[in-house]
Every structure is written in C-alpha cells, then in structure tokens.
C-alpha cells in the first residue's frame, strides 16, 4: 500500500543588505535608492528594515527552489546597479567592520523594543544583518484566517511539522558555520559569527551581553519540542513574557499588542510565522551563491522530511551518529549538544572546529540521496567551504592580515572602511556569475 504524499511546499528568502557610499561607509538613509528600485522591481520585492542604511530583498516563493532563487538573483543584481549609478554599493555580509552609530527607524514598534531590550542591547541589534528562509508548513496544519496553527490529534501532518521544526534546529549550526560573514562588527574581531554574539548573545554564546542575552525564550536558539501543544505553549509563553517586559518599560500592552500579531512576538532563530511558514533565521547574509546554495540544502532536507514522513528522533548520539538513518527515522543529538556545544563551535570556529565539520558532514551524507544530482553544480561554491576547512569570514579574516591590519586592537575607520569596500565591490560580479551558473543547469 503506497503513502500518500504531502502537497509539495514553497521556499521564499529574505536577505538584508548595507548599502554604503564610496568611502565604504554605511549611507545615512537608503529611502531615496528603494524609491527607485520600487519602480523597476514593485514594492514587494524591496523593503525597508529597523536601520536606515539597510534594504531588504524577499524572492517570490515557489515549489521549485530554483525559481526563486532567480528571482533573488534578478532584485539583487538590479539593486547593485541601482545603487552603483549614485556611486553607492551593497556590503554583503551581516555585519560593518566599522564602529558607527546606526539610524533606527523611528516606528512605533521599534522604539518599544528599544525601550523593552534598552538602547545599548536594540543597537546590537541594528548592526546584525541576516539571510531568512521560508518553507511553507504541511498543508492543513496553519488556519491562515485565525493566523495561527490548527491543534490536530494523530495527525500525520501534524507529526511532519514538529519533525521539520526539530530537524531546523538541528541543522542551525550547520548553516551558520556554511553563511558566516561576520568576523569584525564594531571595529572588534569577536568571533568569525560575531553577529550570533551579538544578536543571539546568552550563556551558551558565552557573550551576556547581546541583544537577547538575557532574553533566550524570545531570540536564542530554541529547545527542540516533543509535542504540538508544546510548541504552542511556547509561542504563549513567550507573548506573556513580552508583553510584562512592556508593562516594566512603562508602554500600554494593550495598545501596543493590539495590532501586533501573536507570531510577530518571537525572534527565535527557528519559528513559526505568521505567513504559515516555518522561517530559519539564524544566518548571516552573504554573496547569493553561499544563501542559495543553503536554500537548496534545506529545500531537499525539508522536502525529504515532510514527503516521506521521516521522523527526527533526538538521542542520546555523539557528533559522530549524528543524522543516522535507520528505515524511515533519523536520529539527531540531544537539543543541549546543538545548543551549548555545536552553536558555540560554530560561531567562535566554523569549519576549523572537528565537531563541525564532522557533524557538517554527517548531515552532507544523509541529505545527499535526495538532492537532485543536477543542482550538484549550484551547490560547489557552498560545499567547497568545507572542502578547504574555511568560510567567507576566514576569507575576510586573512585578507585584513595581509594588509597588516592588528587584529588584536580596534580597527581603525579607514580600516574598517578598506575592508567594507574591498568586499562591496564585488557583489555584483558575484550575482552576475553565479546568475550565470543557474541559467546553465537543467533545472
């Protein structure tokens, strides 16, 4: 007797990206260049974001992952050009090396959150740029009316869901180790993730001090969940959290929330959104080919979890089993694994961790019967990463050494800038080429 298969979902990216001037610094406000890109490309292809010197792209979702991510491509290499014809550029990676004071937007909802987390911990989060994923959720289990999940009992769908909602966290260091771009924010070289310190922040980032250090429940890397009613518990709680953290700030919660949407309220790396997606928010932004080639990996693992119905079992499992198959169910390490030891290695290591690069590999293994051997060629320039044990931030890290730049003290202004520049100039030749790559396969 076959098993009736899932409707297949949709992918969908969003990627936030710095534009700066000719000196290499942040440009004051970016409202002038989505005007115009509005113009070419529709208003909802170009967004504004919380900083000011900030554009986000979002692709048109589709079943196929190539689709979208050509029309990624298409919006971001027009942003480039649009940009390059007022002598500007697109810094691609999260985080400015430089020491500069961002420009919030003044919205209603941003000055709360400022006002909730406080100036200092809100401006960490000004700096941190990322790259967001979107899988639509199992068909059935997202009442798209009430905006929220549907409780179901012995439901397959149901079961699919938390599977792809654990396996998401599981493969959480993975990504950002594949997308950091990240090694100097403020002038300092914390980690070669230093926006996963900033942003994330907590005790097991060791790094207090981020934006939701002493906020996880609301922005860190959450626990897995072994139930759907777990899931939905969480989501509660985390609204009741918010919403004593705006009574302490001295805002109405009422008023405030009133428009606000109940999924809006959480920041985690892995969560449900409004839209009926499961969203992975964790990684850095970066060229195109490094997002998309990350966006094909989880479209397949996604794909494979959800149209079999293979079900993500965490265990008592070393680095070493991780992502063993035995029939339809796939073993994953305890959440305490991922998220004390794996998310550190990542953000302060990468790949010259083992631990990464060996639980990177593991799950290379597992995924790759089901990716289509011709995506093969869109997804060497992701997987040559590990193959040479070095990411985009290695890259960055040597390039200011040979410049003699001291890494042990704060980077200067112009320094910081150099570097910025160095990279920007190159976004839209990384477009343009890899563009080029997609429209030559098969797919």
Same mark, same amino acid.
């Given at each position: 007797? /076959?098993?009736?298969?899932?409707?297949?979902?949709?992918?969908?990216?969003?990627?936030?990206?710095? =534009?700066? !001037?000719? #000196?290499?610094?942040?440009?004051? #406000? *970016? !409202?002038?260049?989505i005007k115009e890109c509005r113009k070419e490309l529709g208003r909802n292809r170009v967004k504004t974001?919380? @900083?000011?010197?900030?554009?986000?792209?979002t692709s048109y979702p589709s079943i196929n992952v190539n689709n979208t991510s050509a029309d990624l491509l298409h919006t971001l290499e027009h942003v480039c050009e649009i940009a390059g014809k007022k002598d500007m550029y697109v810094f691609p990676f999260a985080t400015h090396p430089m020491r500069y004071e961002p420009a919030m937007r003044k919205k209603r909802w941003y000055l709360i959150q400022q006002r909730v987390f406080g100036k200092d911990r809100f401006r960490k989060a000004l700096l941190c740029a990322g790259f967001h994923y979107h899988y639509t959720l199992p068909r059935g289990i997202f009442d798209h009316k009430k905006g929220f999940l549907r409780v179901m009992k012995h439901s397959k769908i149901k079961e699919s869901m938390m599977h792809s909602y654990n396996v998401a966290i599981a493969v959480d260091p993975i990504l950002t180790s594949f997308l950091q771009s990240s090694p100097f924010v403020d002038g300092r070289n914390l980690a070669k993730d230093s926006r996963l310190l900033y942003y994330r922040g907590g005790k097991q980032l060791n790094y207090p001090k981020?934006?939701?250090?002493?906020?996880? &429940?609301?922005?860190?890397?959450?626990?897995?969940?072994?139930?759907?009613? !777990?899931? =939905?518990? $969480?989501? +509660?709680? +985390?609204?009741?959290?918010?919403?004593? &953290?705006?009574?302490?700030?001295? *805002?109405?919660p009422g008023k405030t929330m009133e428009k606000t949407h109940t999924l809006d309220l959480c920041w985690n790396v892995v969560r449900i959104n409004k839209l009926g997606t499961l969203e992975l928010r964790g990684m850095d932004v970066n060229y195109p080919q490094y997002m998309i080639g990350a966006g094909i990996l989880l479209k397949f693992l996604f794909r494979e979890i959800q149209q079999d119905f293979h079900k993500v079992v965490p265990a008592d499992i070393t680095v070493e089993e991780a992502f063993k198959r035995e029939g339809n169910?796939?073993?994953?390490?305890? %959440?305490?694994?991922? +998220? @004390?030891?794996?998310?550190?290695?990542?953000?302060? #290591?990468?790949?010259? /961790?083992?631990?990464?690069?060996?639980?990177?590999?593991?799950?290379?293994?597992? =995924?790759?019967?089901?990716? %289509?051997?011709?995506?093969?060629?869109?997804?060497?320039?992701?997987? $040559?990463?590990?193959?040479?044990?070095?990411?985009?931030? !290695?890259?960055? =890290?040597?390039?200011?050494?040979?410049?003699?730049? @001291?890494?042990?003290?704060?980077?200067?202004?112009?320094?910081?800038?150099e570097i910025a520049l160095n990279w920007a100039y190159k976004t839209k030749k990384e477009t343009i080429d890899y563009t080029e790559l997609l429209e030559g396969l098969e797919l």
């Open positions: 007797m /076959s098993v009736r298969r899932l409707k297949k979902s949709l992918s969908g990216f969003e990627a936030e990206f710095c =534009i700066l !001037d000719n #000196n290499g610094i942040p440009i004051k #406000n *970016v !409202d002038p260049i974001e919380c @900083n000011k010197s900030w554009i986000e792209l981020g934006m939701y250090g002493n906020q996880q &429940l609301l922005g860190g890397l959450p626990p897995y969940k072994q139930t759907e009613k !777990d899931l =939905i518990y $969480s989501i +509660r709680k +985390r609204e009741k959290r918010v919403k004593k &953290l705006i009574e302490k700030a001295g *805002v109405n169910v796939v073993y994953i390490p305890p %959440h305490t694994t991922v +998220r @004390n030891i794996l998310q550190r290695e990542s953000a302060y #290591n990468g790949f010259s /961790s083992k631990k990464i690069r060996k639980y990177t590999t593991r799950f290379l293994r597992f =995924i790759k019967p089901s990716l %289509h051997k011709e995506y093969m060629p869109a997804l060497k320039p992701l997987l $040559s990463l590990i193959k040479k044990k070095k990411t985009v931030s !290695d890259r960055i =890290i040597s390039s200011a050494k040979r410049k003699g730049f @001291n890494l042990d003290s704060e980077l200067s202004k112009k320094e910081a800038a």
